[in-house]
């Protein structure tokens, strides 16, 4: 039985990854700012803290086996949050393992290092290019985790892409609302272009690979994803199929929609940044034949499969869903003025 400090444990992935971890009889606390409010809860230890604050982290870490670096400030935060919570408290986390003889630390990265590049399947070694506060401190946590990895750490780091399941919700909602009250959905350009998603079982399945396997196996970088992923027109469409009102993916030209994305995001009334809309129309995915050869990692999901999760994991929770709406992945993010342009759909 090891013990597991997830930082952001109270998130779409902390809690997650928590009953992954529970199920395997583990020992797990979740250092959050925010509380644990799951059923799990007396199932674990649980630590109201803020990772940039060093006392508390150190607090958290005293007797752990594996740290899982899940915290982040999201892309809807502040560039001042963004900066001191990704790349501060990142550096506080990673230091503080260091000097208490954890084990592993395992480093939830994301996809967006790679910002928008004109070529695919992207590799662990393609150039880094961060768009945007939250682009730019995710290449720079990275390279944190990198100059400790250099220094004798075990550090296992996952870029995974975008992932949905039990709890996801964030930018997803837009979709499932929409899907829910029969209405279609707009997609910036033809459709066609291919999205690769992630299941967060899967997810939880390569860190705990990461947790597992040998040092000189999982000392690496692995990007993590669906194997099985069709075009975004075919995914979202199998979304509206499920919730059964005969409605379909509307396509739009993508660049006056951008030009006028970019004009709502400046006035603060739209949800979507940068690096959602400038990606959305253009092919996103990654090879994960690194973490197939070297972790053994077998996605179980496919984009579809995960996607029909999640919805129906959100029909079932409707009741505590609506009328909420915040800046992580397990609220609605807040649809501003695209919850009038629903009507036209």
Known sequence: MARFLITGGAGFLGINLCRFLLAREHKVA??????????????IKEIRGD????????????????????????????????????????RNVIDSARQHAVKRFV??????VYGIPDRHPLREDDPRIGVGPYGEAKVAAEDICFEYREGGMIVPLIRPKSFVGPERLGVFALLYDWARDGRGFPLLGD?????????????????????????????????????EFATMGEDYQAVLDYAGHGKKVTPLPAEPA?????????????????????????????????????LGFQPKYSNKDALLRNYQWYLDNQHAIRNTSGLSHRAPWSQGILRLAKQFF
Request: proline fraction near 3%.
């Open 51 to 90: 990772i940039r604050d060093r006392a508390a982290v150190d607090a958290a870490m005293a007797g752990v086996d594996f740290v899982v670096h899940a915290a982040a400030a999201l892309p809807l935060y502040s560039p001042e949050e963004i900066r001191t919570t990704d790349i501060d408290g990142t």
């Open 30 to 43: 979740s250092l959050d700012i925010a509380a644990f409010d799951y059923p799990e809860r007396d199932q």
């Open 191 to 227: 459709g066609g272009n291919r999205y690769q998603l992630l299941d967060v079982e899967d997810l939880c399945v390569a860190i705990y690979l990461c947790c597992t396997l040998t040092d000189d196996v999982v000392n690496d970088t692995y990007n993590i994803g669906a194997k």
């Open 107 to 112: 480093h939830i990265s994301s996809t967006a």
């Open 258 to 294: 951008i030009w006028l994305l970019r004009t709502l995001e400046a006035l603060s009334l739209s949800p979507l940044y940068k690096w959602v809309y400038e990606t959305a129309a253009k092919d996103s995915y990654v090879s994960i034949e690194r973490a197939e050869a070297k």
